[in-house]
């Protein structure tokens, strides 16, 4: 709809600019009841749903209301100029709408409307969001002495497709961590596709590393410039002592997120408490990352061991760096204690043996075992991985430098096959690895 809006838009601006240079004149009355009718139309499409009215549209429709009132003043006013019209002025004027359309429609573009993917279990999916408040950490992103507050967003099977169903019936537990700059609902097609097999999927909203993240009380949390600083200046290549540094902060944060929202939930799922909490089986926990936050899920099981399985999504183990010596980064020297299955795209696979802070992912590739699993998902790359091809595969085409083989859609729907299967045998102890191409 962005693009045939913007199409429709060039040729009534060139139309209207070769109106008047034929006649030699601004034709600012013709000019008004355009951009009236155009303000108009854009109403009623949206009242009547050919437009579904989001965040896409909020630059249009301000352009053109603005552009209306103007032109609502410009017909009252009789004295407006009718006189000659120099053809550079009426060139400027129709490349200067055209820019303010374009800018205006970028939203639109870069973000147009998608289906969801469909879910393929027996079970309806409902939602919830819920935030946390910790009170043993204050927030390091304010000046402030605030708790930090840590939002989760649930999604969990509601119904049953199939009769006799018990409903005493708990499910798994799988905790997802987004990535650097990622958001709660990264990868909610994942969220959805294992909710419907069987499965309370919590996605925490990390404040502060999150783009953005939103409380159940409606308050929203934009990401910390200086987080945003430090993401853009690591480099493990220049300077290892460095990295390290912010490695040890990220995994210090995003950790004690999980830990504490884990916490959390089994407090008031022991305890009785109604709503998700009631659904959930408080002894078999995965923990899902991507990025960034799947080298804060590989490091759970270091920490607690109550973790039943770990799926990384192109993520390094860095929080099994313990120094650094002779300008190469030091590994924990311990067998990783809990299944994980390590999911890359093409961005990665051809680098795991030349990034240094991958070398333990690349161990793995060398000593394979039995319950820690690589798999190369060809065909995309870093942010296919998540939902945003979905959202804007336009802008992940530009970020990746290509796009997916064969289409965005499959890769994710493949992804998310992969983290089912994996689930399924190590949470549930169903099913084999080999049916979606796992080893």
């Not at 609502?72 to 006013?77: A, E, P």
């Not at 469909?118 to 009170?135: K, L, R």
């Amino acid at each position: 709809m962005g693009r045939l809006i913007l199409l429709v838009a060039f040729v009534v601006e060139l139309a209207l600019a070769a109106f008047c240079l034929t006649t030699r004149s601004p034709q600012e009355k013709a000019r008004s009841v355009i951009r009236i009718l155009g303000f108009a139309a854009f109403v009623i499409l949206t009242l009547t749903s050919v437009i579904q009215w989001s965040f896409r549209w909020f630059g249009l429709a301000a352009l053109l209301f603005l552009w209306s009132v103007r032109s609502l003043g410009t017909l009252g006013n009789a004295k407006a100029p009718t006189g000659g019209d120099r053809a550079g002025s009426t060139v400027f004027r129709a490349i200067t709408a055209v820019l303010l359309l374009f800018g205006a429609l970028t939203p639109a573009l870069v973000f147009p409307p998608h289906e969801s993917l469909a879910t393929t279990g027996p079970y309806s999916v409902a939602s919830v969001t819920v935030t946390y408040t910790d009170p043993q950490r204050i927030e390091q992103f304010t000046d402030g002495r605030e708790n930090r507050r840590v939002n989760a967003h649930f999604w969990f099977p509601q119904n049953r497709d199939k009769p006799n169903r018990d409903k005493d019936e708990t499910y798994p537990l799988v905790v997802f961590s987004h990535g650097g700059l990622g958001t709660e609902t990264s990868n909610e097609s994942l969220y959805r596709e294992l909710a419907s097999h069987g499965y309370v999927v919590c996605s925490i909203g990390h404040p502060y590393h999150a783009f953005w993240t939103k409380g159940e009380d409606g308050r929203t949390i934009f990401v910390s410039m200086d987080y945003f600083r430090e993401i853009q200046s690591e480099d493990a290549k220049r300077d290892k002592e460095q990295s390290l540094r912010f490695y040890r902060k990220w995994m210090e944060t995003r950790t004690g997120d999980i830990n504490f929202v884990i916490d959390m939930i089994l407090e008031r799922a022991i305890s009785g408490a109604d709503g998700v909490y009631r659904l959930i089986t408080i002894d078999t926990i995965g923990v899902i990352g991507h990025s960034l936050g799947g080298a804060a899920a590989l490091a759970i099981p270091r920490q607690r061991d109550d973790i039943t399985a770990v799926i990384a999504l192109e993520s390094p183990f860095l929080y099994d760096i313990v120094s650094v010596e002779d300008d190469e980064f030091v590994w924990r020297d311990e067998v990783y204690p809990v299944p994980v299955l390590n999911i890359y795209s093409d961005s990665a696979w051809s680098h795991l043996s030349e990034w240094a802070q991958y070398a333990e992912n690349f161990a793995l590739l060398s000593t394979p075992s039995g319950t820690a699993h690589s798999l190369h998902l060809p065909g995309a790359g870093h942010f296919s991985l998540t939902d945003l091809p979905l959202a804007s595969p336009l802008l992940v085409r530009l970020l990746e430098g290509r796009a997916a083989t064969p289409g965005y859609a499959e890769y994710v729907q493949a992804v998310n096959s992969a983290c089912l299967d994996f689930l399924e045998r190590y949470l549930k102890g169903q099913g084999r690895l080999t049916s979606r191409g796992l080893p």
